[in-house]
């Protein structure tokens, strides 16, 4: 765990941006090779016979097992071609995207992999203005540069204990008839995080960043949460639907007391019983409309917090899906690599303190499993991700057709910071403190370099 008592100096980073068998970049100055070599101008990178390949377009060819690319002015900057940015989500496309700092390319799986190396105060300058509008309110800038430097340290840490421990991250579980899986450390071994939503997205200084997100930074800078002296394992998501989830829920079984039950509202909805874990409690509040910080129309708040892509979504509060019973059953079978033949029902199990299902029983006419956690079942559902696992099911029948009908609430896990809730209280005129005391209980503020 990280001391917070002693002043450090600003670390480093390594993002993997991306995967492929051949990656096409520009360096638009001069940069230097491992060998201190000058390099520049329009290059691919491909995997041959266990080896880099650079080649550039002059018909220069480098070969290395691993290539390290250095800028020689902090100003330099490079271009990565067609990145494929919101994976296996309902916006994923490619985009060409431009990054500062150092280019490293290393082999995965017999493919290339980009890396990019950069300090985290000039990373946090990049994702503020990925995960959100860099038009933002400066409060909830504050206050999510505050949290995403928190998480990317705790999981920094994290990964070097396991690296200390020589221990295995276990995520995924399986019985004859329960299948429980979580995502979270287990994809990145050669790298601190990724540069896709799996981890922040970051996106280098493709989206503009305005003068109000550097001062944010530079306001906040070496600024995280802690509980007891600890830097805080900070989660953020879209939407939570009206009330936040317990992070043992959503990933390993572990209580952080800084990560519980938040009701979004000042306070509790009138008309709600809020044992959201118990199934009659859960179905009226999904399919009612609770006031709700992150319950809001507000296109001005809503253009301020989303990018163009985000807000392809309008319906993130509480929304609806419909599948018949065969467009279901083929789509589970495809999205789980099981067979459960004909899906009779979807059966909630068990449910978070959000009303999330945390493990879900799929009847079939072949097959009957239980599976979880809420990534999982909302993987299952859906061809991208399903909005969340805050849900419940209608099975109709209309001539002669079966049908599910999936009334929904939120978008994302749950966890921590609701970025749409959060936009609402910037706007509203709460500080980055008051929002982050709100969704994150019992934590302290400290400045750690």
Not at 125 to 150: D, F, G
Not at 266 to 272: I, Q, R, S, V
Not at 334 to 347: A, H, K, P, S
Request: a negative charge; hydrophobic letters at 40%.
């Amino acid at each position: 765990m990280i001391n917070t008592k002693m002043k450090s100096e600003v670390p480093v980073i390594h993002i993997g941006i991306f995967s492929a068998p051949e990656i096409s970049f520009t360096l638009s100055s001069i940069f230097l090779d491992k060998n201190g070599e000058e390099i520049a101008g329009s290059w691919k990178a491909r995997f041959a016979d266990e080896e880099i390949l650079l080649e550039s377009e002059n018909g220069k060819i480098m070969t290395e097992t691993d290539i390290l690319l250095s800028p020689l002015s902090a100003d330099s900057i490079f271009t990565i071609k067609a990145v494929t940015i919101g994976v296996n989500f309902h916006w994923q496309r490619k985009e060409d995207q431009i990054f500062k700092g150092s280019l490293k390319f290393i082999i995965e799986s017999k493919a290339v992999t980009a890396v990019n190396i950069i300090s985290i105060e000039d990373y946090l300058v990049s994702v503020i203005s990925s995960e959100m509008s860099a038009t933002s309110s400066m409060e909830l800038l504050k206050a999510h540069a505050v949290v995403s430097r928190s998480w990317l340290l705790a999981q920094m840490e994290k990964s070097k204990s396991f690296h200390i421990e020589g221990g295995k991250y276990e995520s995924f579980f399986r019985t004859e008839n329960e299948i429980v899986r979580w995502y979270d450390r287990e994809d990145h071994l050669n790298f601190d995080v990724c540069a896709d939503d799996h981890c922040q997205r970051y996106q280098g200084i493709t989206r503009a960043s305005s003068p109000i997100v550097k001062q944010v930074i530079a306001e906040t800078f070496g600024e995280v949460l802690t509980y007891e002296d600890v830097v805080c394992d900070s989660r953020y998501y879209k939407c939570c639907g009206g009330v936040t989830e317990l992070f043992e829920n959503v990933w390993e079984p572990v209580n952080h007391p800084y990560l519980q039950k938040v009701i979004d509202n000042p306070l509790p909805p009138e008309g709600f019983n809020m044992q959201l874990d118990e199934k009659e409690n859960a179905r009226n509040w999904i399919m009612g409309n609770p006031r709700a910080f992150c319950n809001t129309s507000d296109k001005k708040v809503l253009k301020e917090v989303l990018n163009d892509y985000d807000q392809e979504t309008n319906d993130f509060y509480r929304w609806v899906v419909k599948y018949s019973q065969t467009e279901l059953s083929e789509l589970i079978k495809v999205r789980t690599g099981i067979d459960f033949g004909i899906v009779i029902n979807l059966v909630p199990i068990e449910r978070g303190v959000s009303g999330r299902i945390v493990r879900l029983k799929i009847e079939g006419t072949k097959k009957t499993m239980i599976i979880g956690k809420e990534l999982e079942i909302r993987k299952a559902l859906s061809k991208t991700h399903l909005y969340s696992s805050c849900f419940t099911v209608e099975k109709k029948e209309n001539n002669k057709d079966t049908f599910f009908v999936i009334h929904g609430a939120g978008w994302g896990h749950g966890v921590g910071l609701c970025q749409i809730g959060a936009a609402v209280m910037g706007a509203k005129g709460y500080s980055y403190h008051k929002i982050l005391e709100h969704y994150f209980k019992d934590t302290l503020l400290k400045k750690i370099y």
